[in-house]
């Protein structure tokens, strides 16, 4: 079997695990998967685009991500529009690509997505050329992605601790939005464009998104008062935010968002800040992914209670194995 020259990116601080050893994990499981892996850890922001730059220049075969959304992306956007695959090994405390794809926050299960070699041309979008491949944001999530990355802690916990502080005092703002040969104007919570279903951690901002499709999956969140809005927090983890009344949602290719001011967003959950006017563009099957060989439905609450639970009990297990 030929060998193919592969780059395995470690950020050793995403999330909360440790990643000692996991180079030598990955090099074992995938010893007789045709991959020839080499390794390298991150130690500053930027690091994972600059060795895949050099991976997609010296043709590799692929470049795995072993991290979370922040370390996907940096990868993923020197891959795009390349032949260099993208393997996803998440390690993060979202991980919403690698949910979305179905592939297990499990290290284990993950590596074997990747023995399995079923890669897809998937869709990634750019709010002003800037690669996002879940979702790009204005309003309450943007607030919130910034007060979260300004905190000394990361996991799920504080970011839910981040959203309820950011609630408290968050005021919507209007928006133009041009898509489709249509112009709306809407005083909204959230303004998000969906490449992927959710934001990550099982929190369903577009559960019908698909990364294959061709378009992006735009979701207005209206203002309420402060229950109905609260419903929505309820509903993203239930998977039934699209049948929510204060949800308007439509799918297009490209889109204008403008808003009277500039201000934060976030692109796959990394807070920026941007213009009065943002282009959002969908780009079709530019970006290979390992994926897995079976897709299923989603199905709201019970898509996500599964994958939770099987989150839970690999957590377990990796105490048990600690010990």
Not at 11 to 23: A, H, M
Not at 174 to 202: D, R
Not at 225 to 248: E, M, Q, S
């Amino acid at each position: 079997m030929e060998s193919k020259r592969c780059l395995l990116i470690i950020n050793p601080i995403s999330g909360t695990s440790n990643k000692r050893g996991l180079d030598k994990i990955v090099s074992e499981k995938l010893a007789d998967s045709g991959l020839h892996i080499e390794t390298v850890w991150t130690t500053a922001r930027g690091d994972a685009t600059l060795q895949a730059e050099r991976a997609v220049k010296n043709g590799y075969h692929s470049v795995i991500a072993a991290g979370g959304d922040g370390t996907v992306n940096e990868t993923a956007k020197a891959l795009c529009g390349s032949d260099t695959a993208l393997g996803i090994i998440p390690c993060g405390s979202g991980n919403g690509l690698a949910r979305h794809l179905e592939i297990p926050v499990n290290i284990d299960a993950s590596i074997d997505i990747l023995r399995e070699n079923h890669i897809v041309s998937c869709d990634f979008g750019t709010a002003d050329d800037k690669p996002f491949f879940c979702t790009f944001g204005m309003g309450f999530d943007a607030a919130v992605s910034k007060r979260f990355a300004e905190g000394k802690h990361r996991g799920f916990v504080k970011y839910i601790k981040s959203a309820f502080k950011e609630f408290r005092s968050f005021h919507s703002d209007e928006y133009i939005i041009s898509a489709n040969g249509k112009v709306l104007t809407e005083k909204a919570f959230v303004i998000a464009a969906c490449n992927a279903s959710q934001y990550g951690n099982n929190a369903y901002i577009a559960p019908q998104a698909s990364m294959t499709d061709g378009l992006l999956d735009i979701i207005i969140i209206h203002s309420g008062n402060p229950i109905t809005t609260a419903l929505v927090g309820v509903d993203l983890l239930t998977g039934y935010i699209d049948r929510n009344t204060l949800i308007h949602t439509f799918r297009t290719s490209e889109a204008t968002i403008t808003r009277k001011a500039p201000g934060p967003a976030h692109i796959d959950g990394e807070p920026i800040t941007l213009g009065v006017t943002t282009r959002i563009v969908c780009h079709p099957g530019k970006l290979k992914i390992y994926t897995p060989t079976v897709e299923h439905q989603f199905r709201p609450v019970i898509t996500p209670m599964m994958s939770r639970a099987k989150e839970i009990a690999y957590n377990i297990s990796q105490l048990f194995q600690k010990k």
